[in-house]
Structure formats: C-alpha cells, structure tokens
Nanobody, 123 residues
Framework: VQLVESGGGLVQAGGSLRLSCAASGRSISNYVMAWFRQAPGKEREFVVGISRSGGVTDSAASVKGRFSMSRDSAKNMVYLQMNNLKPEDTAVYYC?????????????????WGQGTQVTVSS
C-alpha cells in the first residue's frame, strides 16, 4: 500500500489543522493505521492509532483530548484532526500502516510509511 499525507502547514498556537492520508494499492481495511511524528533531534513517536474496524483508537498522553483520528474505508483515507495546537506539536507527521491485527504504538512494527508532512506551530 502507498501512503501520501497532506494538510500540514504553519498555524498559531491554539489553532487547528486536519491532516489527510490517502492510501492506494490496497484497501486500508486490511491495516491498522496510525500517525507518528518526528521533531528535529528526536525519535519518531506514536501520536494516534486506529484499529482495522475503526472501533478502537489509542493516542499518546501528550495529545489526548486534542487530537483524534478517523478512517474512511470507502475513500481509502485516514485523517488526523488536531485542535488546540501547541508549539511542542511542531514536527513532521507520518501516516503508517501495519498489516498486523492489533493496534500497536511502536514504529518498528509498521510496514508502510508516507513521506511525511510538516506541521509548524508558532507561539
């Protein structure tokens, strides 16, 4: 499956952004999907994930209550809604797909990655 992210940009603290991830080549219903992010000088970290059915989600403590993820299997898309953005949310955001059956938060288990989209939050 190929993944392409879009929707990143520059936003002021407190603002919102919605990232999109378009999948092609195979249906996303075959994958657990997740968003990761990587800030300069830091390791890639899990942000939000969603199960194959969409019935289970998990998010990092740092974004709980602010970020949410959804999937549209008919459009083969996943989305990351980010509200109340903070400067520490600045990073490159990646969409990822895991062919496994359980939602996991470790980057190494994800099989497919997009190229990333930059999100910059100014104070």
């Amino acid at each position: 499956v190929q993944l392409v992210e879009s929707g990143g940009g520059l936003v002021q603290a407190g603002g919102s952004l919605r990232l999109s991830c378009a999948a092609s080549g195979r249906s996303i219903s075959n994958y657990v999907m997740a968003w990761f992010r990587q800030a300069p000088g830091k390791e890639r970290e899990f942000v939000v994930g969603i199960s194959r059915s969409g019935g289970v989600t998990d998010s990092a403590a740092s974004v709980k209550g602010r970020f949410s993820m959804s999937r549209d299997s008919a459009k083969n898309m996943v989305y990351l809604q980010m509200n109340n953005l903070k400067p520490e949310d600045t990073a490159v955001y990646y969409c990822a797909a895991d062919a496994g059956t359980v939602l996991r938060t470790i980057a190494v288990v994800y099989d497919y990655w997009g190229q990333g989209t930059q999100v910059t939050v100014s104070s």
